[in-house]
Structure formats: C-alpha cells, structure tokens
C-alpha cells in the first residue's frame, strides 16, 4: 500500500467486470510508476522502461490509499517508507506505505 498521489499513474480503466454482489464494482487498471512516466516524458529514459502492472481493482469511492501485492510492489519498484494505522469498516489496522525506488 502506498501514497497514490505522488508515486504512481492510474490509467483509464482497461475493462469493466460488475460482480453480481450489490455494491461491488471491479475494474482492470493499469498502475504504472510516476517517477518512471515522469523519465519517460524527459526522454531520461525510453517509454519501453515505464514499470507497470495490470490489477483488477475494486472501486472503493471513500478508499484513501491503494493496496497492492507484494509481487506488484517489487515490480513497479516501490521502497518501504513508512507505517501507518488506518480505519477500515473492520476496525483499526496498521499499514506499510511504499515510495518510489
């Protein structure tokens, strides 16, 4: 899990799934790492180089942060940089938040 706002790029979504439960809504997005968008758009480094993953996503309209594997982390290149607690309709919990590489 990490801070949207500054490290990665959500892209439109690629497709749409709506699951049968009521209220559930799942989107295929593509999640890339900013810093690297950012590289790219300097020409630091080719487009080719953009790390990136395709994730279904569930769409939480009241989610501050987005949660990723551990394998999506590794992929888009993402540091440990902090631990926070969070609210969830299931109490408190703590959480890593990840920056960029």
Known sequence: ???VG???RTLAPLT???NKIVGRIVE???VQNYVDV???SEEIIPESEIRA???DAIIDTGATFVCLSRKDIETLGLNFHKS???GTANGKTSRRIFSRG
Do not use: H, P
Request: proline share 0%; aromatic share 4%.
């Open 84 to 86: 926070v607690s969070i």
């Open 28 to 30: 295929r997005i593509k």
């Open 6 to 8: 500054k490290i990665i």
């Open 1 to 3: 899990m990490f801070d």
């Open 16 to 18: 749409s799934e709506r």
């Open 53 to 55: 993953v395709v994730v």
């Open 38 to 40: 950012a590289n790219a």
